[in-house]
């Protein structure tokens, strides 16, 4: 028995089939599948209604995965430091996940998860994590001190701007996850650990 509910949402609406996609969202969960050894079950989720699916995968391809002055493991730890901040089981998990296979440290992604001011973090990483939380929990008190405090640690213009959508993006998907109660896949519990 596991302590976590065993559904993908709570909604009385049935999860297609993979086989049941349009061909080009088949192709996109047979790479999760051989990429990740598994589909999101976020993914599986948004496929009741495959054009956000689409707009959904657009959206996190560009803002994770494309090219930025970001890392992959800076964008990990944005999206599992708002996720923390909003309590959202689903991406804690997820990219709690992504930021211990990234980094290879166990600690690190936890840390994250619970409480990035307990971390030995440089001064970029902090910095960039301070203006995440605040752009979560107090966004309208955001100011040109705080882009300026990102400048100061080396962040761009462009930066500035990836790290601003990344804190926005997840702030949503939080807050629809939560919604919805999605549940991750058990995979992300044992990643990277």
């Given amino acids: 028995m596991s302590a976590q509910p065993d559904h993908i949402h709570a909604l009385n609406l049935p999860i ?59 964008r990990e730890m944005i999206a599992t430091v708002v996720s923390s901040e909003n309590k959202c089981f689903y991406c804690v998990a997820a990219h709690g996940a992504g930021v211990r296979e990234l980094s290879g440290d166990p600690a690190l992604g936890e840390l994250m998860a619970i409480n990035y001011r307990a971390a030995e973090l440089s001064d970029r990483q902090r910095a960039m994590l301070d203006f995440a939380v605040k752009a979560t ?37 939080n807050r629809v996850s939560t919604a919805l109660d999605r549940m991750p896949n058990p995979e992300y519990h044992a990643k990277a650990r």
């Fill in 16 to 74: 297609p089939e993979t086989d049941t996609l349009d061909p080009d969202l088949q192709k996109y969960f047979e790479v999760c599948q051989d990429k990740l050894g598994m589909v999101p079950n976020v993914l599986r989720s948004y496929a009741i209604t495959p054009e956000r699916l689409r707009s959904f995968i657009a959206m996190y391809n560009d803002l994770m995965l494309s090219d930025s002055g970001l890392s992959k493991l800076e």
């Fill in 137 to 173: 929990d107090r966004p309208a008190e955001l100011e040109e001190s705080d882009r300026q405090s990102l400048r100061d640690v080396g962040f761009g213009e462009h930066d500035i701007m990836d790290i601003a959508c990344i804190s926005g993006f997840f702030n949503m998907t």
